[in-house]
């Protein structure tokens, strides 16, 4: 059993200045407490499988099979210009959608429960509940992390190669982190006072698939719908991977700068949002 009680000296302030910085200060100061719970909520996904950790890549990677059959081979779904061509190319072209969306749809469906799932910390004062959701986005991160490895290496045995761009790829997923991060934050402090949230966020979860380029490109779309793609984060960040890994493009630096503000502003309004409501979560649960 882990002792995850921090030590009172350590206690976070959560005053209406709470931002962004401050979580990440108490994050580095209570980074023993962050692994715990970590490696505790890896414990917990996996706990009584045979397989554990494989699960997170044998997953997707079932998934990516009946999906490109379904395209590929059904409706013989080709890319364009850009790729596709043939079905192991549209099968890493699908793969690396379903990664970046699989991501993030893991945080969104989690986060409405995630304090209703931790009850027994909410009434210690001294636990900082800010850290739960970013131990989740964390741990969706590090499946992230090896569902992409797991891409590299097919992209360089079975596809055209790497190139140096693939080195940029931290940089482009940094936008999404700060995006899932800070809807993280704002679903699970509104999961507490609002319990239909968790059976609303599943819909909602589906239609995010399908309202991202993760089964079609945008250039597939007409002109006046791929105007709004760009206001999308998930679009533009599956658009800027596929081209680093797949097509050996470096980012269009304009939209990835737009992400990141846009991830940055969610961020730290989902920490503002979730330190101004959790002084009421005793009083709801």
């Known amino acids: 059993m882990f002792d995850l009680i921090p030590p009172a000296n350590t206690q976070p302030k959560l005053g209406q200045d709470w931002l962004l910085y401050r979580f990440l200060r108490e994050s580095w100061l209570q980074r023993q407490l962050f692994l715990k719970l970590l490696k505790r909520d890896f414990a917990e996904r996996y706990r009584g499988s045979y397989l554990g950790l494989l699960w997170s890549l044998l997953l997707p990677l079932l998934s990516l099979l009946v999906f490109t059959f379904f395209f590929g081979v059904i409706f013989r779904l080709r890319w364009g210009e850009r790729g596709g061509g043939s079905l192991s190319e549209l099968a890493l072209i699908l793969f690396v959608g379903m990664a970046l969306y699989n991501f993030l749809a893991e945080c969104l469906s989690r986060a409405p429960g995630l304090i209703l799932a931790h009850q027994n910390y909410v009434k210690n004062v001294i636990f900082p509940l800010e850290m739960l959701p970013a131990v989740m986005a964390t741990s969706a991160l590090l499946t992230l992390a090896a569902t992409l490895s797991v891409i590299l290496l097919l992209q360089e045995t079975l596809g055209s190669g790497l190139s140096w761009t693939v080195l940029l790829l931290p940089f482009l997923v940094l936008p999404l982190l700060l995006f899932a991060l800070g809807l993280s934050w ?97 009083d709801v649960l």
């Open 186 to 282: 704002f679903l699970a402090a509104l999961g507490v006072y609002i319990r239909d949230i968790q059976q609303l966020i599943v819909p909602l979860v589906q239609l995010l698939m399908f309202m991202s380029p993760v089964f079609y490109p945008i250039s597939a779309l007409p002109e006046s719908v791929r105007y709004w793609f760009q206001f999308n984060p998930l679009a533009l960040m599956i658009e800027q991977t596929r081209g680093i890994i797949l097509f050996n493009q470096p980012p269009a630096w304009g939209p990835y700068l737009f992400c990141l503000g846009v991830g940055l502003l969610v961020a730290l309004l989902g920490a503002y949002w979730f330190a101004r409501t959790r002084r009421g979560f005793a």
